[in-house]
């Protein structure tokens, strides 16, 4: 990590702890934490932007970097904000304010708010490394950028899938099993994972190995925490036939159906 790259962090935090901040602000007429899922892409993309802002000069990278994370950060906001449009509070959050009682709201600040913005600080780490960094331009950068493309395209595929399959009245309580979703249980999350281990080789191509905590971070939090873990908790019970497609297909990485 150089000197001036610190200090760059630390005003990026502080500049996704503000947004967090107004993001809070706006949840509290609205009652409803879960529109902070619509602002998670620039919670993380802040401190990458701060960081280029604050740093005396930036590398050759710095372009590219921020260029893909904002596309990234803008597909998946949209998306989230034009599936939640309509809908209640998410039913993750609605149990976390029945277990916390009516100081909920001012809570949430720190545990929903506040923890995500830190959350999203850690994940920049390769893009404000990469934006920091001098080193010229090797292979290894076209290798980062095809595996963040395939990455991408995989998440943004199954979401439309999804989407798609959501939107059929006639699909209720039924499991999509065709697209991606015959290979992998969770498409999206697995091109969510790819596109930020291309992201973080963007990186290590930079030098910057060490941010490696970056897309470890998310691998952990997409299959033990807020993504897989968190999905099939219950989802057996919403959907009696998922017992059979968790038999015969992935949970993750995409793979030839079980017969």
């Not at 529109?35 to 802040?46: N, Q, S």
């Not at 449009?85 to 998410?90: L, W």
């Not at 990186?203 to 873990?229: D, E, I, K, N, Q």
Request: contains cysteine.
């Amino acid at each position: 990590m150089t000197a001036a790259l610190l200090p760059a962090l630390l005003a990026g935090l502080v500049a996704a702890l503000a947004l967090a901040t107004c993001v809070w602000l706006a949840s509290l007429p609205l009652r409803d934490v879960s529109i902070v899922d619509i602002a998670w892409g620039w919670l993380v993309m802040t401190p990458a932007f701060a960081a280029a802002a604050w740093l005396p000069a930036t590398g050759p990278r710095a372009a590219l970097v921020l260029a893909l994370g904002s596309l990234w950060a803008l597909r998946l906001s949209g998306h989230i904000a034009w599936r939640h449009r309509g809908q209640p509070e998410d039913r993750r959050y609605g149990a976390m304010r029945e277990r916390h009682g009516p100081d909920f709201a001012v809570k949430s600040l720190v545990i929903v708010f506040a923890l995500q913005a830190v959350l999203g600080t850690v994940v920049a780490l390769p893009l404000a490394a990469a934006v920091a960094s001098p080193l010229p331009w090797n292979a290894l950068d076209a290798i980062a950028v095809a595996v963040f493309a395939v990455g991408f395209a995989f998440e943004a595929v199954a979401d439309a899938q999804l989407a798609r399959f959501k939107s059929n009245p006639a699909q209720a309580g039924r499991v999509l099993d065709w697209g991606l979703w015959r290979y992998s249980r969770h498409p999206n999350y697995f091109g969510e994972c790819v596109l930020w281990w291309g992201l973080w080789l963007v990186a290590a191509a930079a030098g910057a190995w060490w941010t490696v905590v970056s897309p470890l971070l998310m691998t952990v939090l997409l299959l033990r925490v807020s993504g897989v873990s968190l999905l099939e908790q219950d989802i057996g019970q919403r959907r009696p036939s998922y017992a059979a497609y968790i038999r015969r297909t992935n949970a993750f990485v995409p793979g030839r159906p079980r017969a």
